[in-house]
């Protein structure tokens, strides 16, 4: 298990090199659905996006994650970015922190 100093070195790093990266656009629900998407994580750098934020989700990143437990599961996760898809239009997300089983996923209505 990572402990509190690796994961805060680890989330430091990806704001430091997120200055070539963007929020990922979903403009269809196709998107969503693709469970091959990627998230960019930004770490820091999420607070620089000028567009208005919708929310924070905790999600499970290991894979392992129950649905009985705090953090979003993959199938729990593309559901709730449909609902804010649905309810919004397009949307943006980024990675904000992540340890070695969840992170936190932010969401932005473009």
């Known amino acids: 298990m990572w ?3 690796t994961i805060k070195a680890i989330n430091k790093h990806a704001t430091r ?3 070539d990266l ?3 656009i979903i403009d269809s629900i ?3 659905e693709n ?3 990627q998230c960019p994580m930004m770490g820091d750098a999420c607070g620089d996006i000028q567009d208005e934020h919708l929310e924070q989700l905790f ?3 290991s894979g392992m994650g129950a649905a ?3 953090a979003l599961t993959m199938p729990q996760f593309q559901e709730k970015l449909k609902a804010l898809f649905n309810e919004h239009g397009t949307i943006q997300i980024a990675m904000s922190e ?3 089983f969840q992170g936190y996923v932010e969401v932005w209505k473009i």
């Open 17 to 19: 090199n997120a200055e």
């Open 3 to 5: 402990g509190l100093e």
């Open 68 to 70: 009985t437990e705090m």
């Open 30 to 32: 196709e998107q969503i």
């Open 59 to 61: 999600v499970d990143i």
């Open 22 to 24: 963007m929020p990922w």
């Open 35 to 37: 469970r091959a998407f």
């Open 98 to 100: 992540f340890g070695q």
